[in-house]
């Protein structure tokens, strides 16, 4: 049996998120495919890390990082996380996140997971974690999309043959495809609302139609407070008592895309995009901007739109509410693409690689 340490970069990087889920739901799923694995993280801010489980591993969970502790923080973990190393003597290890600390002394192999290359594309200020290292470094690459795969190799030249396209799963739920869920009056959006997530785009659009104010609520989930800007938008366009905020976990998250009449995400990048999945098994339909990496694997069962046209966003969305026929496609479309994004799948492609790297 191979056996596979997670180091935990990622769970003192966010306390929620698609990446942090992501190890989880692997790890959990890797039992079923002959693979010993384990996350260490001695010190984290993740909320979906417990206790109580056995292939989750910390010793102190903070709220956040304390201003100025940053590096601090990271350092100990990596030391830490090169001592349980030659304690758990793993075959393979996985980098949850770029690690660039522990690329240059590791001896043991290791696989990384390359999400986006937002970042980079969009050239923002110098990024905490060295991607370029880590890359270098690794015995082997998985990409959650052939556009991240793309993004790749022209953005960092990596060999092709050292990279293997694996996407990400979504919770199957148990609704049947037959079943009539009630639908209540607002417009989900889900995560952060910043730089390339273009909420303001889709704020603006909502609030140019008579038709969505009139029937409809926008109901945002998790991505922190708004803030003072994103609350003086509301204002100035007169919206502030149709948009609300919450926050909570899984559990929560789940009834609402059960509950709302259409999720909406309209980012102008992404390097694959849960939200939208999790929407599509909950049986929500969905708008999505038609960004390519949404058109590689939600041609169907998704209503596209041009995410920097307001006008387009705002058609797009009262075309799928006002269209109960259309809706319903969408929704039915959804189920059957589901299938082939399972957390199982995930395990046991990834799994491959690491008996493969193991070899």
């Known amino acids: ?65 304390p201003r100025f502790f940053r590096r601090i923080f990271f350092t100990i973990n990596n030391i830490l996380t090169i001592f349980y190393i030659s304690y758990y003597k793993p075959d393979i290890l996985h980098f949850s996140y770029y690690n660039d600390f522990l690329a240059k002394y590791l001896k043991v192999p290791y696989i990384l997971t390359v999400y986006d290359l937002i970042h980079e594309k969009e050239k923002y200020e110098k990024n905490f974690f060295d991607k370029k290292r880590s890359i270098e470094n690794a015995k082997h690459i998985i990409c959650i999309s052939k556009k991240t795969r793309k993004d790749l190799i022209r953005l960092y030249k990596v060999n092709k043959k050292k990279i293997s396209v694996i996407y990400l799963g979504t919770d199957q739920t148990k609704t049947k495809l037959n079943k009539k869920i009630k639908k209540k009056k607002f417009i989900l959006y889900v995560g952060s609302r910043h730089r390339y997530k273009n909420f303001n785009n889709f704020i603006k659009a909502y609030s140019k139609s008579k038709y969505l104010k009139d029937n409809y609520k926008i109901l945002c989930f998790g991505g922190g407070d708004f803030k003072y800007k994103e609350i003086e938008l509301f204002e100035n366009l007169n919206i502030q008592d149709n ?8 559990l929560d998250l789940k009834r609402l895309y059960r509950n709302a009449s259409i999720f909406v995400t309209v980012s102008t990048s992404e390097g694959f995009g849960l ?67 399972t957390w199982d799948i995930t395990a046991s492609k990834t799994s491959e690689i690491y008996r493969k790297t193991f070899k």
Do not use: R, W
């Open 275 to 341: 939200t939208p999945f999790e929407a599509i098994s909950s049986g929500c339909p969905v708008v999505c901007s038609n960004i390519e990496v949404f058109k590689e694997n939600l041609k169907g069962c998704s209503y596209f739109v041009n995410p920097v046209n307001i006008n387009d966003i705002k058609f797009g969305i009262e075309n799928v509410l006002k269209n109960k026929i259309k809706k319903q496609k969408l929704i039915n479309n959804g189920f059957k693409l589901i299938k082939n994004f």
């Open 1 to 65: 049996m191979v056996k596979v340490l997670f180091e935990g970069s990622i769970f003192l990087h966010q306390n929620i998120g698609g990446v942090s889920k992501y190890i989880i739901k692997l790890n959990d799923n890797l039992k079923g495919n002959n693979i010993n694995s384990k996350i260490y993280c001695p010190l984290t801010i993740n909320n979906f890390l417990k206790k109580n489980k056995n292939n989750e591993i910390f010793y102190f969970k903070f709220k956040k990082i």
């Open 243 to 250: 948009i609300s905020l919450k926050q909570g976990d899984d």
